[in-house]
Structure formats: C-alpha cells, structure tokens
C-alpha cells in the first residue's frame, strides 16, 4: 500500500463513521495529493539527521489538520524524499481446536497441598 492509499482508506473510513468530517472531508481545493505533500512538509520539520519517524496516530491527525485549516499553505516538496508504510497488523487467528487432546492428570485429592500465609520468608 501506498503512502498516499493509506492517507486515503484512513480519511475514507474516517468520514463514513463521523458525518461532520464527512463534510469537511468533501472541501473544494483539498485534494490527497495535497494532503501527503502537507503530511511529509511537517514531518521535515520534526527530522533528525536526515530522518523523521511519526507514528501512525500523528500522522492521521495530520492529515485531519489539513482538511480542518481552510488557510494551510501547502509548500512543495523539492528534495527527494523517501516515505515507508507500516504493515498493518494481520488479525489475530484462533489456534485450531486440537483433535486428539491430551488428559489432564487427574489431581489426588488426598495429596498434601502446600500451604502459604503472607509472612513466609520473612525473618
């Protein structure tokens, strides 16, 4: 997925589940394109040697500032930059039931059970 698909399937979800960045989401002159060029200009800001990691929250609130600000002047991106995706987690599978599973071993209700107070290994 594309740094830009990833912009996009956030905002598009976004406004789906909230009907007031649903109309915000739909201003003239605001574009995805514009977004990320936004998104990677402040991210230069926040760069270290060269390098500047956000994480994916700082990253969508960003790209909701943008469609938020009626005045943000976006600069273009003169340098050649470099922006990596995060994999999105897989969901979680549940292990397959086991076929053929193994007994428990029966606990002897007469064996002695250890007995433990509060104050053990106190001298």
């Known amino acids: 997925m594309t740094f830009e ?12 589940e909230d009907a007031l960045f649903a109309n915000t989401y739909k201003k003239e002159g605001k ?4 977004c990320c ?3 990677i200009s402040q991210a230069k800001k926040q760069r270290e040697n060269e390098c500047a990691i ?3 929250e700082e990253v969508f609130s960003l790209a909701v500032h943008y469609y938020d ?8 991106i ?3 930059v470099r922006v990596s995706v995060s994999k999105q987690p897989e969901p979680k599978r549940e292990p397959a039931a086991d076929p053929h599973p193994k007994k428990k071993k029966a606990k002897n209700k007469n064996e002695p059970q250890p007995v433990f107070t509060l104050f053990d290994g106190i001298l």
């Open 78 to 80: 003169t340098d050649n």
């Open 5 to 16: 698909q990833a912009i996009k399937t956030y905002l598009d979800k976004r406004a789906k």
């Open 31 to 34: 574009s995805i394109k514009e």
């Open 37 to 39: 060029k936004y998104i």
């Open 69 to 76: 600000e009626d005045d943000i002047k976006v600069p273009e």
């Open 54 to 56: 956000l994480h994916d």
